[in-house]
Every structure is written in C-alpha cells, then in structure tokens.
C-alpha cells in the first residue's frame, strides 16, 4: 500500500484534520513543513501533490501510540524506521489501539477478511522467522477499514 492511502486512511480513520496529522508528528519530535500533509492527503493526480515518505509516515505512526497510550520517558527511545513495511504499520497501529490478537481477529473478521491465530502471529514475527509472512496490501487495506468501523462505532 502506498504511504500516501495509509495517510489518508489513518486520518479518516482518526476523524482528524490536517493540523492534527502535524501535531502528531511533533509529538514523535519531527517538526514538518506546512503544507506537506495536505499535499500528501492529495492524489496523484491533484496539483500539488506529493509522495508521504517512510520517515513522515513512521513519524506520524509514533505520534500516534504516544497520543493514545503516552509517552513514557523513563524508557530509551527507539529510532523510528526508516524503512517502513505493512507488517510495520500494522505492528504500530496495534500498538497505539492496544490491540490482542482477538481483537485483530474480530477486525478483519468484520472486514470480510477473517484470519486464524496463527496466520495473524505470522504476520507481527521477525522478517528472518521461519513462519514470518508478509503483510500483503488486501490485508492492511482490509484491516484500515475494520479499524475504522470499530473505532467510529465506538465514538
């Protein structure tokens, strides 16, 4: 999936504006320039508009699980990735939601994209681990979606 649908699914997802996408950076110490979400929210197709980059899409993520769960500074900080993967961005998003595995289950059941234990514990392994899987873009989009259900549902 590209960083730019993941961006725009987190902010739908967040009912949030743009300034909002910003303050979540700055939350992770990335300061941004004006203008650069919104040109990121853009299509490819709009003047104007500009690739999210992994480091702002991580950025944003770390915002994010230190807005919903804090920020605790008696912990070392880890560096943000450079390099992001879906499994990644689903590793963050559980994260910042404090999500189980059941809940994971219950999301993409609800999405129409159900998932055993053990395709699901796959998917948050090392990259180097026998049963590791890559998480494909069906997976992450369909996941977005349930995600955005609960949460609306929720609020």
């Known amino acids: 999936m590209l960083n730019n649908d993941v961006l725009r699914s987190l902010r739908y997802l967040l009912n949030v504006n743009d300034s909002k996408l910003e303050a979540l950076c700055?939350?992770?110490d990335y300061p941004v320039d004006p203008g650069l979400i919104s040109a990121c929210l853009l299509r490819e197709d709009e003047a104007g508009y500009r690739a999210c980059s992994d480091v702002l899409l991580a950025h944003v993520l770390e915002g994010l699980v230190f807005h919903k769960r804090g920020r605790d500074d008696s912990r070392p900080r880890q560096a943000v990735?450079?390099?992001?993967s879906n499994n990644i961005v689903l590793k963050k998003l559980?994260?910042?939601?404090?999500?189980?595995?059941?809940d994971i289950q219950a999301i993409l059941q609800a999405a129409d994209l159900p998932m055993t234990k053990a395709e699901l514990g796959a998917l948050f392994r090392a990259p180097g681990h026998r049963h590791y899987r890559e998480c494909g873009d069906q997976i992450l989009?369909?996941?977005?979606?349930?995600?955005?259900?609960?949460e609306r549902a929720q609020a």
């Open 141 to 150: 989009r369909n996941f977005l979606r349930g995600l955005t259900q609960r």
């Open 26 to 28: 700055r939350l992770a």
């Open 81 to 84: 990735e450079k390099r992001l």
């Open 94 to 102: 559980r994260v910042a939601f404090e999500l189980r595995d059941d």
